[in-house]
């Protein structure tokens, strides 16, 4: 689906999955020193790996892919860094620009460039992206059997977003930021849907407001600090939309170091859409164990804790459960139900410096189950 790699606000076309792909695999921060600002594609020149590929301030990085919405596949981009005082070292991350694609073995592929930019001592954040997608989907029907039976979606659009942001006190930072999105969709029969709009095509323009609070230590593997997200987008015919809804979105996460090598992570996450949605910026169920298409509504609810147990140097364990509960969907199955989410995963340091794993996950559901891979924890 269109947000298949979670990024800010929700449906956002796999936004800076190919744009900013390498950031999936690095982060800014040594591990004795506390997260001065949390970047999407942190600094990892001068860090040991074969994991990538790095010339100067110009770092490349293949990412190998695998879940049950898309399929196996790989997604690779590189990005240049651009050079800092020292002072500036001390303040904020460097600023860069990143360009990637992807490509699934079902057919998906998405392709895209970014620009993120820290200036005035990381009071002032940028974030840029352009791209295009064409993903190759499933629905589950909305008169499917309860195991659920599916039909074909193929969504394909290109999308544009922006988001300014100004540090407002300590570690708060509150922005705006915008979102342009233009849809093209085949389903392969006719689907009714009482809950959202089906059209062929749709446009998509939206501006929103956004407050963040992060103290982890690191934000692509924690072992200390919160996070705390809130944002609002309205889309409105007056900014380029074909239908006037809102999208609401609330995200808290909380890490601890409760031994040496255990931390127990935990988030909830709500979301909630207003007006007359598209199927495709739809609320889902962020947990394992199924396809995101599977549950796809106007709200939802998730709740979900990982114990990470750090065997070795290189090698750990992880334990997760969770839940969600998903209203007015669109397979109209399952409404207001409490889908389970739990499983166990395998992890394997790839950047020791940056707490990098590359992770393994079986998840298990109420009627489905589902292998995953990929680079960096999944919350």
């Known amino acids: 689906m269109l947000s298949t790699i979670r990024f800010g606000t929700s449906g956002l076309l796999l936004l800076l999955c190919a744009s900013a792909a390498f950031a999936e695999s690095q982060d800014e921060t040594d591990t004795t020193t506390p997260q001065r600002?949390?970047?999407?594609?942190?600094?990892?020149?001068?860090?040991?790996?074969?994991?990538?590929?790095?010339?100067?301030?110009?770092?490349?990085?293949?990412?190998?892919?695998?879940?049950?919405?898309?399929?196996?596949?790989?997604?690779?981009?590189?990005?240049?860094?651009?050079?800092q005082t020292e002072e500036q070292k001390k303040t904020q991350p460097a600023s860069v620009t990143g360009a990637g694609g992807m490509y699934m073995n079902n057919g998906s592929y998405a392709f895209g460039a970014g620009h993120e930019a820290f200036w005035k001592n990381d009071t002032w954040r940028f974030i840029?992206?352009?791209?295009?997608?064409?993903?190759?989907?499933?629905?589950?029907?909305p008169?499917?059997?309860?195991?659920?039976?599916?039909?074909?979606?193929?969504?394909?659009g290109g999308f544009a977003?922006?988001?300014?942001?100004?540090?407002?006190?300590?570690?708060?930072?509150?922005?705006?930021?915008?979102?342009?999105?233009?849809?093209?969709?085949?389903?392969?029969?006719?689907?009714?849907?009482?809950?959202?709009?089906l059209p062929a095509e749709t446009k998509s323009g939206g501006l929103g407001i956004s407050v963040a609070y992060d103290s982890r230590d690191m934000p692509?593997?924690?072992?200390?600090?919160?996070?705390?997200?809130?944002?609002?987008?309205?889309?409105?015919?007056?900014?380029?939309?074909?239908?006037?809804?809102?999208?609401?979105?609330?995200?808290?996460?909380?890490?601890?170091?409760?031994?040496?090598?255990?931390?127990l992570a935990w988030e909830v996450v709500g979301c909630l859409k207003s007006g007359t949605v598209p199927i495709w910026d739809a609320c889902r169920l962020g947990l394992r164990g199924f396809p995101a298409t599977d549950y796809m509504g106007k709200s939802s609810l998730i709740g979900q804790f990982e114990a990470r147990w750090r065997m070795s140097k290189r090698w750990g364990l992880v334990g997760f459960a969770g839940a969600g509960q998903i209203t007015k969907s669109f397979s109209e199955l399952r409404d207001h139900d409490i889908v389970p989410s739990y499983g166990i995963g395998l992890r394997f340091t790839v950047l020791q410096a940056k707490r990098i794993n590359m992770r393994l996950d079986y998840g298990r559901s109420t009627d489905s189950d589902a292998v995953y891979l990929s680079v960096t924890e999944a919350f």
């Open 161 to 197: 977003y922006a988001a300014l942001s100004r540090k407002v006190s300590g570690r708060w930072y509150a922005g705006l930021f915008g979102r342009f999105v233009d849809i093209d969709q085949d389903i392969i029969v006719d689907l009714p849907s009482r809950h959202f709009d």
């Open 220 to 263: 692509t593997n924690a072992y200390e600090g919160r996070l705390f997200q809130a944002g609002v987008l309205f889309n409105e015919k007056s900014f380029g939309s074909d239908n006037s809804y809102q999208a609401y979105k609330l995200a808290y996460r909380s890490y601890h170091q409760l031994q040496t090598p255990v931390v």
């Open 143 to 156: 008169d499917a059997s309860p195991r659920g039976s599916s039909v074909a979606w193929d969504v394909r």
């Open 37 to 83: 600002s949390a970047s999407i594609a942190p600094d990892v020149r001068g860090e040991p790996s074969n994991l990538k590929l790095e010339k100067g301030n110009f770092v490349a990085v293949p990412i190998p892919l695998s879940d049950p919405t898309l399929g196996s596949g790989l997604v690779a981009g590189g990005g240049y860094f651009y050079p």
């Open 128 to 141: 840029g992206a352009v791209g295009y997608a064409d993903l190759e989907l499933e629905l589950l029907a």
